[in-house]
Every structure is written in C-alpha cells, then in structure tokens.
Antibody
Framework: EVQLVQSGAEVKKPGESLTISCKGSGYSFTNYWIGWVRQMPGKGLEWMGIIYPADSDTRYSPSFQGQVTISADRSISTAYLEWSSLKASDTAMYYC?????????????WGQGTLVTVSS | DIQMTQSPSSLSASVGDRVTITCRASQSIITFLNWYQQKPGKAPKLLIYAASSLQSGVPSRFSGSGSGTDFTLTISSLQPEDSATYYCQQSYTTLLFTFGPGTKVDI
C-alpha cells in the first residue's frame, strides 16, 4: 500500500527555521516525483514545487522560488520542505503529494498534512 | 503562467440533484486537467484525471468532460457525503501545476 506520512504539527516564532518531512512507503520512492502543496487557513490549494529523488532535480513555482527549499533523502525515502526564516504568513497546512507517472501526472497519493503555525 | 478559474465559487443543492462545476484555463491545456475533492480537515482526493478518466474507487456518479480551455465536473445524483470543496488542477505545464480556486458544495 502506497503511503505518504508527514511529520507532526509545528509551532514556531517568526525568524526561526523549520524543516518538515514526508516519508514514502509501499512504492519505489526514487522513481516518482514528489511535490508540496500549501493551503493557508480557509483558502485554496497552491502548488509550491516538486523534486525527483533519484537525482534531486527540483522545480519551484515562481511564487515560492527563494522562499523555501525542497530536498530529499532517497536512502530513507523522505522528502523535506525547509524554511530558513519563517514569517507569520507561512502559517498554513502543507501537504506532500505524489504525481502518477505518465503524461497527465495526477496527484494520486497525498500525505495527511503538516500544520505549521508561526506566531510571536 | 496558466491561470485556472472555477464557477461557481459555492453552491447549495439537494440530495439527488445533478450538480455541475466549471473550470476554465487561461490557455489551452488539451486534456491535462484533474479534479480533486477535499473534505474539511482532510487531504484532497483525486476524482478525475485527464479531464474525463475516473480514478479507481471513485463512485460513477462523478464524471468529467471538456478539452482545450473549458472543463466540467458533474455529480449526477448528489449524495450527503459529497459535501466538500472541489478543485481543478492543470498538469499541462510540466511539473509547474496550478489549481483552481475551488468550489464549495453544500447539501
């Protein structure tokens, strides 16, 4: 069974750093892209970026380029989303999601989400 | 960037009603269009991919159609468990996906 299991909720202060994780199981982690999606409170879904664990090829949505860092450790089948200096506006639920291989790449598996709260 | 719009932003319907949600892309995306359902406090769930293909395990009352810039998600007979927010998503631009703003469906 394919599963994406994300790390737990975080409460941080502005200016702090943070890394959240997404561990894949039940499939060949290396051979599938894995992406991140932001959902701010009461708002819609926003595509942040994506990584291919086999070679760490990473693509960012222009809105998130330079704001976050996406990485992966294929040895432990885990993808990461990192902030070096959090802002209150980073408060949101963050989901990892795996696109199916092939042309249409629908996001067929999702993590359960990690709630990040940034408040002084 | 490809922009996605959805209409309506919300709707209220009764059990058994036929419900239609529209999604429009700012340029042609052929059939690179997927639909998701999200219930409160839950991760989104894939319903339809490639504009009209039903994801395994999804009830057949859900269907999708369209190509180019205009797409439709239809629920043929609304059920209580269909109360959710529905999002379209384009996957035409390789690895740079975009979601629509969502349509909230109340029963």
């Amino acid at each position: 069974e394919v599963q994406l299991v994300q790390s737990g909720a975080e409460v941080k202060k502005p200016g702090e750093s943070l890394t959240i994780s997404c561990k894949g199981s039940g499939y060949s982690f290396t051979n599938y892209w894995i992406g991140w999606v932001r959902q701010m409170p009461g708002k819609g879904l926003e595509w942040m970026g994506i990584i291919y664990p086999a070679d760490s090829d990473t693509r960012y949505s222009p809105s998130f380029q330079g704001q976050v860092t996406i990485s992966a450790d294929r040895s432990i089948s885990t993808a990461y989303l990192e902030w070096s200096s959090l802002k209150a506006s980073d408060t949101a639920m963050y989901y990892c999601a795996r696109p199916e291989t092939g042309g249409y790449m629908p996001l067929d598996y999702w993590g359960q989400g990690t709630l990040v709260t940034v408040s002084s | 960037d490809i922009q996605m719009t959805q209409s309506p932003s919300s709707l209220s319907a009764s059990v058994g009603d036929r419900v239609t949600i529209t999604c429009r892309a700012s340029q042609s995306i052929i059939t690179f269009l997927n639909w998701y359902q999200q219930k409160p406090g839950k991760a989104p769930k894939l319903l339809i991919y490639a504009a009209s293909s039903l994801q395994s395990g999804v009830p057949s009352r859900f269907s999708g159609s369209g190509s180019g810039t205009d797409f439709t998600l239809t629920i043929s007979s609304l059920q209580p468990e269909d109360s959710a927010t529905y999002y379209c998503q384009q996957s035409y631009t390789t690895l740079l996906f975009t979601f629509g703003p969502g349509t909230k469906v109340d029963i």
